[in-house]
């Protein structure tokens, strides 16, 4: 088992850029997949990015391809999604979940095994 904690939302004008970060307890994060999500007000979660165990494979949601980067460091435990020239449409709640069968290319929701509590990203305009 996991637990995943995210911080490092908050406030930012659009094209600005915000670096999330999501810290792992536990000593098997590397057997993890692990991938970022968001669910804006009255919308459901969606997927945002995805790495495998190793960091060398990602995948992204097309709205943010370009502007957002996922990477990961297993040495410390902990995943980031960087992410840059940030738009009103990326207000949401941003979570990161982990997968346990290594599938980066998993982008369901039901498809991750464990989930942090959520950061709140406001993007002004």
């Known amino acids: 088992q996991v637990q995943l904690v995210e911080s490092g939302g908050g406030l930012v004008q659009a094209g600005g850029s915000l670096r999330l970060s999501c810290a792992a307890s536990?000593?098997?994060?590397?057997?993890?997949?692990m991938g970022w999500f968001r669910q804006a007000p009255g919308k459901e979660r969606e997927f945002v990015a995805a790495i495998s165990r190793s960091g060398g494979n990602t995948n992204y949601a097309d709205s943010v391809k370009g502007r957002f980067t996922i990477s990961r460091d297993n040495t410390e435990n902990t995943v980031y999604l960087q992410m840059n020239s940030l738009k009103p449409e990326d207000t949401a709640v941003y979570y990161c979940?982990?997968?346990?069968?290594?599938?980066?290319?998993?982008?369901?929701?039901?498809?991750?095994?464990?989930w942090g509590q959520g950061t709140q990203v406001t993007v002004s305009s």
């Open positions: 979940a982990a997968e346990s069968s290594g599938n980066y290319y998993y982008t369901r929701v039901y498809q991750y095994d464990y």
């Open positions: 536990g000593r098997t994060f590397s057997s993890y997949a």
